[in-house]
């Protein structure tokens, strides 16, 4: 009995590896509660099973699409319902296609509208700059196909939704990694899903051209840290899953919070003293980071945070 | 003939759990390390009781990120709530006052060793050491403040391997390890006393592996403190997002350990030359006190 009891606790610890493949392959977890994580396919994708069906935050990359569907239909076999998207970049829309066909819509008599695709599908949920991003003005090319478009839109504050017995929020999050952010909270599993806002990867690639910018980046690091309550002795309680890398916790989110914070006020202060971008970053203000968040290439670079902080700091409002 | 191929096969497979002449052991290899223990105090006592003095990275084979990260730390960072009731790293929390309890976890039915615990008192934290081979978690698992450990017995020497962890203390006078540290160590039973050997590696703050040592004492009498709560308050409002940090170059404790003790600042910088001997002769030849 004992020894069975052991056994069930540790089936209820978070990070428990419920399915792993060879390298280069998906990795799933449980976080807690409902809700689960799928790494290794772009993006983190959170996986929120139940009754009712399956709930699935981003999508990862459109490559990994299959195994992604495979990875969610080990988790459960209900249909999958909705899609919720914490931000437009491709490695975490990517998937939406896949996913959405899939899965499908409960439909009936109250439904408005063209009736003819509804139900196909399941649907897709993002702040609405996610949609004006994917799609395009009428009569020009969108970047995205229709299909990864979501299917409703939210523009302020924060979206509400009961599913599998929990309730869910998303929460808009203004000019942070891009001007779309959402976070998605799972009330009742006591789960963030941070988007790219967090990554234990790398810095965070803040999304100018998308309309990211330091402070919003800062604020929304400050919101999570608000909602996420550490456990007993400083750990677990509210668990956090970054966009990017391991499942977390409050003082994990708090040393990033705190770099995040520093950095800036580095910045902040050389641009008092009136240096050029080229001067802060040739003053290796980030350099105690580097080593562990410092990118070597692509997105996540030292060189690539600085400037996005510079920029948005001396941007005339 | 039948009955002897069984017998065979039998023995075979008691041979794979381990059994020496004379039948299954149950108990395995190595020692004992169960009881209460509490440590050696006289040893590091600075380091124990009041701390590190600010900026005495002396000896510390660090990084110059490492030096740049404790150089903008500000004590003062310890008033923010969320940073009050941070757990000492298992890397570093043999280094403080504490009492541990360590005990076995041995399958009911063939008494296998599944893991060593270890309580710690300070912080209350409970250690798992799994003994049963299992491997560690993939990247994508939690990290925490004792890390994820597998045990292996050298002898009667348990070797510890322990990733997964947190960002943690090196010194808590601002110099912090990532979370991409490893962590082995070994325990080391000398009847009543036991050696705990901690060999630190992380490449992003230190230049080469950090040891330490530090001893315990076994404890027969009952009556040590084992609880710790923590509590977090607001000690100073402050805006939101608030955090305590010395801008480069402004950090004002620079000169304060080296000028009390004497010594060149560049030594109580700290840095892997730092910890060796012919460093001493370094500083004398180039004309220091």
Redo the contacts between chains.
């Keep these: 009995m ?2 069975v009891a ?1 056994v069930l606790a540790l089936a209820a610890a ?2 428990i ?1 419920l399915a ?1 493949g060879n390298s280069g392959e998906l ?1 799933t ?1 449980k976080v807690q509660g409902n809700v689960y ?1 799928i ?2 396919a772009g993006g ?1 994708i959170a996986v929120q099973t139940g009754d009712q069906g399956v709930l699935v935050v981003d999508t990862g990359l459109a490559a990994m699409s299959d195994k992604v569907v495979a990875a969610i239909r080990k988790l459960s076999d209900k249909p999958i319902q909705y899609i919720i998207n914490t931000h437009v970049h491709p490695d975490h829309t990517g998937g939406n296609v896949a996913v959405r066909k899939a899965g499908l819509t409960y439909v009936g008599a109250n439904v408005t509208g063209n009736l003819t695709d509804a139900g196909v599908g399941a649907q897709i949920w993002a702040q609405d700059n996610v949609l004006k991003r994917m799609s395009a003005p009428t009569g020009q090319q969108a970047p995205t196909p229709f299909d990864a478009w979501p299917t409703e839109t939210y523009l302020t504050g924060r979206k509400q939704l009961f599913f599998n017995g929990e309730p869910i929020e998303i929460v808009y999050q203004p000019a942070a990694h891009t001007d779309g952010d959402s976070l998605v909270i799972f009330r009742r599993s006591d789960v963030v899903v941070a988007g790219d806002i967090f990554v ?1 990867t790398t810095y965070p690639f803040i999304d100018v051209d998308r309309g990211g910018s330091i402070q919003g980046e ?2 929304a ?2 919101n999570i ?1 608000d909602i996420a309550i ?1 456990g ?5 309680g509210t ?1 956090i899953i970054p966009g990017h ?8 989110l ?2 990033y ?2 770099m995040v ?2 950095i800036r ?2 910045i902040q ?1 050389a641009i008092k003293k009136g240096m050029t971008l080229e001067q802060v970053k040739a ?1 290796g ?1 980030t ?6 968040y410092g990118a070597k290439t692509g997105f996540g670079t030292a060189d690539m945070f600085v400037e996005a902080i510079y920029k948005t700091l001396t941007r005339k409002k | 003939m039948r009955m002897c191929k069984a017998s065979f096969a039998l023995a075979l497979a008691v041979g794979a759990w381990g059994q020496g002449p004379g039948g299954y052991n149950p108990v395995g290899p190595g020692v004992s390390l169960q009881g209460n223990w509490g440590p050696v105090f006289h040893e590091d006592a600075h380091e124990r009781g009041p701390g590190p003095e600010l900026v005495n990275y002396l000896g510390l084979p660090i990084t110059d990120g490492a030096r740049m990260y404790g150089l903008a730390w500000d004590a003062s960072r310890f008033t923010i709530p969320e940073h009050q009731c941070e757990v000492h790293i298992v890397s570093y929390i043999y280094r403080g006052p504490y009492n541990l309890r360590i005990w076995e976890d041995r399958d009911p039915v063939s008494q296998r060793l599944i893991a060593i615990k270890q309580y710690i008192d300070n912080y209350q934290q409970t250690r798992t050491i799994w003994m049963d081979d299992r491997p560690h978690p993939p990247d994508a698992a939690p990290h925490t403040w004792m890390g994820f450990s597998t045990g292996k017995w050298d002898g009667n020497i348990l070797t510890v391997y322990t990733t997964h962890l947190k960002w943690g203390w090196i010194r808590r006078n601002g110099l912090r390890h990532t979370d991409q540290a490893t962590l082995t160590e070994h325990f080391i039973r000398h009847g009543d006393h036991l050696t705990h050997v901690s060999i630190l590696t992380d490449p992003i703050t230190l230049t080469e592996p950090l040891i330490k040592t530090q001893d315990l004492v076994l404890r027969v009498q009952n009556g040590q403190t084992w609880l710790y709560p923590c509590e977090p308050v607001v000690e100073i409002e402050r805006p939101r997002g608030t955090v305590p940090h010395y801008l480069p170059g402004e950090n004002p404790f620079i000169h304060e350990f080296a000028d009390q003790y004497h010594i060149p600042a560049e030594a109580a910088l700290g840095g892997a030359q730092t910890a060796y001997p012919e460093y001493e002769s370094k500083l004398k030849q180039a004309g220091t006190k």
């Design positions: 004992r020894a052991a978070p990070g590896v792993q990795v977890l994580v790494s290794g983190n234990t800062v604020d690091l400050n840290m550490p007993l002795q400083d750990e677990g668990y890398g391991h499942i977390c916790d409050q003082p994990d708090l040393e919070r705190d914070t520093i006020d580095r202060a003053a203000l350099k105690d980071y580097d080593g562990r």
